[in-house]
């Protein structure tokens, strides 16, 4: 059967090192694969975006790498801050032609000042 | 709008009631989905609509769950007869294009609460 699995259990960070989280799906073949950030009572939202064919993406402290072969993706945060806690979740569309993604359940992370 | 709007932000509903929730996404997007989130679970798929055509309803949990964009924006999530199980937050979240391509914007969600 399909899977998308995130860590269910929260990620403690201090404040200014590198947090990583991982996402792995079995039975997938994604073209794209999305990594989206979700605060208590708000929708998710958007971060970044990488293709099949690439294997890592930055946006700023982001970074997200995306290994098919592994069928995992890496989300890190450089220099991270309080204000990044928040529940991460990654995304990724079901084969080609699927016109929906499917989500993993998330990871919490809550960086410590 | 500058985002995706839904309404009511929370509703409560007694069992067996009807409800209607709504979502205005994005002008011009052309995709929009909806989705239930269980507390602590990632956003499950229900629905997705390209322009007023509803292409994909496989994930409506039964037929008492409904939807429709009859003019390919504002669209209606209506929930009959409504059952202690269909508490959850609904989503809405229009894109650009269907797809994992582009990336979704997301409303703040209704949190519907059978009692």
């Known amino acids: 059967s399909q899977k998308i699995e995130q860590n269910s259990e929260a990620l403690n960070i201090q404040e200014g090192k590198t947090a990583t989280l991982t996402c792995n799906y079995t039975?997938?073949?994604?073209?794209?694969l999305q990594w989206y950030r979700q605060d208590p009572g708000r929708g998710p939202v958007f971060l970044l975006l990488?293709?099949?064919?690439?294997k890592e993406k930055r946006k700023e402290r982001l970074k997200v790498t995306f290994d098919t072969t592994l069928k995992q993706s890496l989300f890190h945060i450089t220099a991270s801050q309080p204000a990044d806690s928040a529940t991460y979740l990654c995304?990724?569309?079901?084969?080609?032609?699927?016109?929906?993604?499917?989500f993993g359940t998330g990871t919490k992370l809550q960086v410590i000042p | 709008g500058a985002g995706v709007s839904q309404s009511p932000r929370y509703k409560v509903a007694k069992r067996g009631q009807d409800v209607a929730l709504r979502c205005d996404p994005i002008?011009?997007?052309?995709?929009l989905f909806w989705y239930q989130q269980a507390l602590g679970q990632g956003p499950e798929f229900l629905t997705y609509?390209?322009?007023?055509?509803?292409?994909?309803k496989s994930g409506l949990p039964s037929d008492r769950f409904f939807a429709e964009r009859p003019e390919g924006s504002v669209s209606t999530l209506k929930i009959q007869r409504t059952q202690q199980e269909d508490s959850a937050v609904y989503l809405c979240?229009?894109?650009?294009?269907?797809?994992?391509?582009?990336?979704?914007?997301f409303g703040s969600g209704t949190r519907l609460t059978v009692v």
């Open positions: 979240a229009s894109s650009i294009q269907g797809g994992g391509g582009a990336g979704y914007t």
């Open positions: 039975n997938y073949s994604p073209a794209y």
């Open positions: 990488i293709r099949e064919n690439e």
């Open positions: 995304a990724l569309d079901g084969s080609r032609g699927y016109q929906k993604v499917t």
């Open positions: 002008s011009g997007h052309v995709s």
């Open positions: 609509f390209q322009n007023e055509a509803q292409l994909d």
